[in-house]
């Protein structure tokens, strides 16, 4: 069983960065694979980021590739997500996944791979 809990969400200007952190619970988080998920008022969860178990493998969706970077820090069972460049259409709430990885170091871009997921935090971006 993993919990997970989003912080770092807010109210941001147009072009300004935040940092998102989903501290997990329990002693194997390094052996989870981690995503970033992203869903707005009327519209589908959609996929933000992953990366692998390791950290060696990231991947992100095109509308967000070259703003925003994952990371994780298996010593602090957290995982991260750096917005920059923030724009309107990134206004939605903002959820983390874990996937328990259970051979190889992949990054999972699914949300149906997922098996635990956190409450969300806000992020809203104005123009």
């Known amino acids: 069983q993993v919990q997970l809990v989003e912080s770092g969400g807010g109210l941001v200007q147009a072009g300004g960065s935040l940092r998102l952190s989903c501290a997990a619970s329990?002693?194997?988080?390094?052996?989870?694979?981690m995503g970033w998920f992203r869903q707005a008022p009327g519209k589908e969860r959609e996929f933000v980021a992953a990366?692998?178990?390791?950290?060696?493998?990231?991947y992100y969706a095109d509308s967000v590739k070259g703003r925003f970077t994952i990371s994780r820090d298996n010593a602090k069972n957290t995982v991260y997500l750096q917005m920059n460049s923030l724009k309107p259409e990134d206004t939605a709430v903002y959820y983390c996944?874990?996937?328990?990885?259970?051979?190889?170091?992949?990054?999972?871009?699914?949300?149906?791979?997922?098996?635990?997921w956190g409450q969300g935090t806000q992020v809203t971006v104005s123009s």
């Open positions: 996944a874990a996937h328990r990885s259970t051979f190889g170091d992949h990054v999972f871009p699914l949300k149906g791979s997922y098996d635990y």
């Open positions: 329990g002693r194997t988080f390094s052996s989870y694979a």
């Open positions: 990366i692998s178990w390791s950290g060696g493998n990231t």
